[in-house]
């Protein structure tokens, strides 16, 4: 017959000080944990709360590619190809006038010129790049993009500008593109249009502009205080200007051209 063997009963309090020391493990791991969360909200605070002061979101827009003009055979006469603009973060720059004045000198461009394309950004538009120098050669990019540590608020973009890949021929009927300037902006028909867009300033690039400029797109970015890009946070893609086929004959047309 087997017997249930059992060990001798523990002695007494071993029990009471087993839980005394489970429950004393217990509040040092609790008392650690609030010390370190009070030292990362109350005495790390005021500097996560400086640092995160210091960066700030930029909107970015994103020009769509403008619509080509074909001719009957599907010829392209006027593409869009891929050029540098210098745009300007009002509200990340201290001094706006020395800084245009500083970009005109980089780029070569006529001060005049910069601070019109500049304006006078109000409201929103002091959060958004503004454009201030267009298809900019890659020359006068290298000087720009070597000075831009000490330019704040001053980027750089690539963007899509118009390509005649014939020159003048058929310039009248083409037409041409322009920048949206202050007084354009008064007018009623350009409530849709911001400073410095560019639109159809003759020719089927006016008449057929709201089909061949597309939509642009936008990207919201992180920066920290230099300017300087810390995360994408959001995309939303431009949509390109739709072709436009005309019922020109290129060739025929650089024949009567040569002929007159």
Known sequence: MNRLTTGAPPPDGMVERRLTGAALVIVAVWMLLITRLFYLQVVQGDVYK???????????????????????????????????????????????????????????????????????????????????????DRDALARVEARLWALGGVLTQVTPVRGYRFGSSAAHLLGWL???????LREEEFQSYRLGDIIGRGGIERLLD????GRPGGRNLLVDAHGKELKLLSLVQPQPGRNVVLTLDHQLQLAAEAAG
Do not use: C, M, W
């Open 50 to 136: 400086v640092s995160a002061e210091r960066n700030s979101v930029r909107t970015q827009r994103v020009e769509a590619p403008r619509g080509a003009l074909l001719d009957r055979h599907g010829e392209a006469l006027v593409d869009s190809r891929p050029a540098f603009e210098v745009r300007v973060v009002p509200n990340e720059t201290e001094d706006v006038p020395a800084t245009l004045t500083r970009i005109a000198g980089l780029t070569g461009r006529d001060l005049g010129s910069v601070q019109q394309s500049y304006g006078t950004p109000r409201g929103r538009a002091r959060f958004q790049p503004q454009r201030v120098v267009y298809d900019l």
């Open 178 to 184: 322009g920048e949206v300037g202050p007084e354009q």
């Open 210 to 213: 709201k089909d061949l400029r």
